[in-house]
């Protein structure tokens, strides 16, 4: 298969970018496409690009996947889209989504209308694109969950049974979605448990957060890999307060690492979870309080918590079904 050259196009190199990278090198001749905000220098490297490759495969569906979309059907290459969840979503409520913006909205109904096939992470993702975008699509998209290696996240020693962490960059666009606010005003009615909230800080929104923190939260902006591992280690509860996710990664490398997880049953959060943990109300402090005793009171549950990550989303499930699309798709091309 490495006859096969693959243009991978990313806006950034994520965690879970990183692994479908990785899984590409294994079986393709992979470009990698690093999708800066230089619009002019963007389109003239695709424009270099892309006549050369086999397949386009984009994750997330912005501006970067417009272009290559453009540019793949004026060369008549075939196209993948992975779309993650805020090019999924229409959520007026907070502001979140590609479709609560009329221009935005426009190109990813260009991605997902002219794109060979859509990935999606979550079955909840699916029905979304399907209603946000009023396009015929539904037979190209394909639920392909994103996978999370097991052998690397894995307990280790005792849990701090007064340990409870969330994770995410703290910036405007987040704090809300995220369920930040709620996770540093439920602290305070839970004094004697350390809150802890891991991720870089991207604007000065982490200010309004302090502002309204007791004396047991901590905000420790960026943390390297390792350090995130080691809290994942350490904490007994692991909340996952959105309004919206796709499939959450940082949840499920907590549930691998046997956190009890404690989460709303928007989207992804609720595929990941399943029954191994507690659910909680969006923007309700005092029944998330609740949620995190019940899940500091049954400690089982973080072994269940793993065994479902492992047997429902395995990174080598993901590799198998991502190069199983890539290949029906080029086929497609080569049988013409």
């Known amino acids: 298969m490495r006859d096969k050259t693959v243009l991978f196009v990313y806006p950034g190199l994520f965690t879970f970018v990183r692994r479908d990278k990785e899984i590409l090198k294994r079986y393709y001749k992979v470009v990698s496409f690093h999708a800066t905000k230089n619009i002019p220098k ?3 490297r695709l424009l270099l690009n892309i006549r050369s490759t086999d397949l386009v495969l984009i994750w997330f569906a912005g501006w970067h996947a417009f272009f290559s979309v453009l540019f793949a059907n004026v060369f008549k290459k075939k196209s993948i889209v992975i779309a993650g969840g805020y090019d999924a979503a229409y959520v007026p409520e907070i502001n979140y989504g590609v479709f609560t913006s009329w221009w935005r909205g426009l190109l990813a109904r260009f991605v997902y209308q002219h794109s060979n096939r859509i990935l999606v992470v979550d079955e909840s993702l699916k029905k979304d694109l399907i209603t946000n975008t009023n396009l015929p699509i539904e037979k190209k998209i394909s639920v392909v969950a994103t996978g999370y290696d ?4 894995k307990p280790k020693g005792n849990k701090d049974r007064k340990l409870v962490i969330t994770v995410g960059n703290v ?17 305070k009615y839970l004094p004697n448990i350390n809150f802890v909230l891991i991720g870089r800080h991207i604007d000065n929104s982490v200010n309004s957060l302090k502002s309204i923190s007791t004396p047991n939260v901590k905000f420790m902006g960026f943390v390297s890999d390792d350090e995130l591992l080691e809290y994942y280690q350490k904490a007994a509860v692991y909340c996952q307060l959105s309004r919206y996710e796709g ?16 989460g ?25 309080v ?20 492992i047997s429902m989303f395995s990174i080598r499930e993901r590799e198998k079904r991502l190069i199983k699309t890539i290949n029906e798709v080029t086929e497609k091309v080569m049988e013409k």
């Not at 809300?176 to 540093?184: A, H, N, S």
């Not at 709303?264 to 998330?288: K, L, W």
């Open 42 to 44: 963007i389109i003239f």
């Open 171 to 187: 910036m405007k666009s987040v704090v809300k979605r995220k369920g930040f606010e709620t996770f540093v005003k439920t602290a």
């Open 264 to 288: 709303t049953r928007y989207c992804g959060i609720s595929t990941a979870m399943g029954q191994t943990g507690f659910y909680t109300s969006y923007n309700e402090p005092e029944a998330t």
């Open 290 to 309: 609740n949620a995190i005793k019940e899940a500091l009171s049954f400690p089982e549950k973080g072994k269940m918590a793993r065994e479902r990550i």
């Open 150 to 153: 097991h052998e690397k996240y």
């Open 247 to 262: 499939l959450p990664n940082a949840l499920c490398e907590a549930m691998l690492c046997e956190c009890v997880p404690v």
